[in-house]
């Protein structure tokens, strides 16, 4: 399994790219999302990847971001009838933010405006992924509309961080406050979620 190419980037296209590492150069299909952040051909550039092996091709997709590659392989893996191809157009035409965001909401409308993506396929992304996403979706979607201060930013992170062990939104953004009134400024993200899972002991 090719998990990462690390080597120069010889050719990009918003679809595409060619990496050559090691005298070898490597075609990976990218989303919309990842061409944005790819550096000038000619420069150094590590991309995440995921292989795909069918009958008749091994095709290796390349993703500028973990969040990123964990959205398509979660697609892929996860909602029945979604394959690379439209699991590339939902990061293509939608941030890994947001995308979770709709899901959380069960926004089907803004789920099947994207290519590729009609109603029926948008609620399925919906009921196959809600619970994998649910209220932590809904937060970061909802943060990430707000320009956060680096302090509110560091609330944020360890709220994510505790509903994603099993919190309720509400008593972690709660026990978050507590322990960072306790801790005071310079306590970072892990000394905060610390704080709160041994308070929650």
């Known amino acids: 399994m090719i998990t990462f190419l690390h080597g120069k ?65 979660l697609l892929i893996d996860t909602v029945s009838g979604i394959g690379p191809k439209i699991a590339l157009n939902v990061l293509s035409g939608i941030s890994v933010t947001a995308f979770r965001g709709a899901v959380a909401n069960q926004d089907i409308k803004a789920l099947s405006q994207i290519s590729g993506v009609g109603k029926k396929t948008a609620e399925r992304i919906v009921v196959e992924l809600k619970d994998r996403i649910g209220a932590a979706g809904a937060w970061e979607a909802l943060s990430a509309q707000r320009a956060l201060s680096p302090e509110d930013q560091k609330i944020n992170d360890a709220v994510l961080a505790l509903m994603a062990l099993g919190f309720k939104q509400v008593e972690a953004h709660d026990s978050v406050r507590k322990a960072q009134a306790v801790l005071g400024a310079p306590a970072t993200v892990e000394d905060l979620v610390r704080a709160c899972l041994k308070k929650g002991q």
């Open 9 to 73: 980037l010889i050719e990009t296209l918003p679809t595409r790219v060619v990496v050559e590492v090691h005298g070898v150069g490597y075609e990976a299909l990218i989303p919309l999302s990842s061409y944005d952040k790819l550096p000038q051909p000619g420069q150094e550039l590590k991309l995440l990847t995921h292989l795909v092996v069918r009958e008749d091709a091994h095709v290796l997709y390349g993703f500028m971001s973990s969040p990123e590659r964990e959205l398509f392989r």
